[in-house]
């Protein structure tokens, strides 16, 4: 079965500075890919970012990084420079290989921007 | 289209009664996607279509809970005689593997049960 764990239901971070959310999962295919996804308080979801298992190099999108750690099962979302508008919920997600091919979802880290 | 679209955007119902939410894909994607999202939650998964193949059921939490999926397109959600506990925002998303199946979503149904 498949399992992601975002352990910190809530973070604060001052504007400009980075932050680091956290994301753990658990699969036992060999074969996955990770997304994250921020949806803020108008509902929609908005696709970040996303990384395969077997890439070699850390996934980047912009203020975006994801920091994989492939052999302690994490995949935490780095923003850099927050700005305002980051304020939102971020869920971290996992897709298996040849199991579910559905997205699963953690339950969320909610995020505020402080000026 | 160019985005997923769902419909309605909000629906009330009574209690018991049957209701069905739509979901129209971006076109060309294989795979579409329901979840259910209650107030503050996470995203619930119900159930998975990919292209021809059977679809994965394994998230519907209840048999009040069906969907189908015509054509490879359009797909409707019905939820019969429902209770209060439905009451969440259903989400559709669609997906295709030349994106690595990022998924793609619509803005969502907002169900109340009353």
């Known amino acids: 079965a498949q399992k992601i764990t975002q352990t910190q239901p809530g973070m604060f971070v001052q504007e400009k500075e980075a932050v680091t959310l956290d994301c753990t999962y658990d699969t036992s295919d060999p074969s996955y890919g990770l997304f994250w996804y921020k949806q803020p308080s108008s509902g929609e979801m908005i696709f970040l970012i996303y990384q395969g298992s077997y890439d070699q190099q850390n996934a980047t999108e912009g203020r975006y990084s994801l920091n994989f750690q492939k052999a302690r099962k994490s995949a935490n979302l780095v923003i850099s420079a927050s700005q305002l508008g980051d304020s939102a919920m971020y869920f971290c997600?996992?897709?298996?290989?040849?199991?579910?091919?559905?997205?699963?979802f953690g339950s969320g880290t909610r995020l505020q921007v402080q000026p | 289209g160019a985005g997923v679209s769902q419909s309605p955007s909000n629906k009330v119902t009574e209690k018991g009664k049957d209701v069905e939410l739509r979901c129209d894909p971006i076109?060309?994607?294989?795979?579409l996607y329901w979840y259910r999202q209650s107030l503050g939650q996470g995203l619930e998964f119900l159930i998975y279509f990919q292209g021809n193949s059977a679809p994965d059921k394994s998230g519907l939490p209840s048999d009040r809970f069906s969907a189908e999926r015509t054509g490879g397109s359009v797909s409707t959600l019905t939820i019969q005689r429902t209770q209060q506990e439905d009451s969440a925002v259903y989400l559709c998303?669609?997906?295709?593997?030349?994106?690595?199946?990022?998924?793609?979503f619509g803005s969502g149904t907002q169900l109340s049960v009353l």
């Open positions: 076109s060309g994607h294989t795979a």
């Open positions: 998303a669609s997906s295709s593997r030349q994106s690595n199946e990022k998924l793609f």
């Open positions: 997600a996992m897709r298996g290989g040849a199991g579910r091919r559905a997205l699963t």
